[in-house]
């Protein structure tokens, strides 16, 4: 049988390997080689001598540095193949990018999760400071084709911008459309509260608030609260909503500026039979303002320290802008803000982005589109929204966990809202 001879190691790195190969059962002699000079002379010799050598067959082959680093190298090769395949066959997730501590996520998500049927992934957008994942590149494309620039620059009383056809100019916006559903399934742990900044005509918010949140569509009837109104209802409301749990109390606590809508609020709360637990009516103040006057009580919403779950601003001379401006550490608790946003009084030297950055930056807040429509600003902000324009914007706070269903319930009619690829 052949015979391999490999010298040691430190043989092997500085000088030539010698290897000697019997090829035969008749053992021909073994010649000590050192360089080829010496096999040339060792063939002559045994040349003169009469004996006939097959130096391919008889003599050793020496593998210089060359044939070394090949050896070398084909070793290690080996090596790292064995290695990488015994990491995929034990590691199969490596594969498909994930167990290794790297997010992916598909092009069309924009929040907590992936769509379905979507097969192209990238890594997570980063999350912003409210805890909601900026919009990827591809949902950012669509937004400027579903709410462009055009015609935003023009006199801003025209009210011609995208997002202000898409909000007030596209129909009724459902007030509590994507608060309904939700809070239907929730027990909440404390009174349920809703405070209404502002009074609007033919408005049925208030009747709605309280059976969504006591559960008691029975005493609190919209058909009821149509006949106090004496008028339809400018976005018609329905009593059909079912409850997961028994009733619960409820408040809806009215905060206005203007004395004569005070008295306005307070007749229809008689007329409705409400007592003041269940809907108490107050002049709002602002932190440094006076005391109100007309004989009604004051409420500083920057004092409150207890949950409200749904936070409506309807105040005149764009106050809306001052009141969030001002409560500081109140909106901490508050779930859900509606609110309107316009190019004048107050909002005329308002700046929105920093709004929603700064002072709603524990919100997820979107244009409140007619339809069930929602458009995301959070996450999704783009340059020609800082035009200022009457339109109508919706929050939710992402960081407080009560609010979480929410929070998915926005985020799907948002991305309905996108995949449907209507432009405004």
Known sequence: MPVLKILPFEVVLFRPIHITLHLSNNKPPVYPMSSRVEKARAIRSAAKKGRRVNPYKDLPYEVGMVGTVGVVMALLFAGAFMMT?????SNPGCLRGTEVGIAMKTTESVFGGSNQGSTSTIAAPPRTSSGVESCSPKVQDAMKRILPSTNCFTEPFKQECSFSIATVKSGCQDPTNYFRLPAAKMKF??????????FEEKDGTPMDLLAIGSHDLDKY?????????????TCPLSDSLK????????VILFLEDEQSR????????????????????????????????GGSTTFDFSSITDDVHFLRLRMTQGRDYHFLKSVGTALEH????????????DWESGNMKKLIDNTLSSFACYWHGANGNLFRITGCWQTHYDFKSWSKVVCVNAKLEGAKPIVEKMEEAFMKSVESGKSY
């Open 189 to 198: 742990e404390t009174p349920f509260t809703a405070v209404l900044v502002g």
């Open 85 to 89: 395949a015994y990491i995929l066959i």
């Open 334 to 345: 508050v779930w859900y803000i509606d609110f309107i946003y316009d190019w004048k009084d």
């Open 262 to 293: 005070i008295d306005k609020i307070n007749d229809l709360k008689i007329r409705a039979g409400l007592s003041d637990e269940e809907m108490h009516v107050a002049k709002v103040t602002f932190p440094g303002d006076n005391a109100g006057g």
């Open 221 to 233: 009837s919209m058909t009821k609260w149509k006949d106090v109104l004496g008028e339809d209802m």
């Open 243 to 250: 409850y997961g749990f028994n009733v619960q109390p409820a």
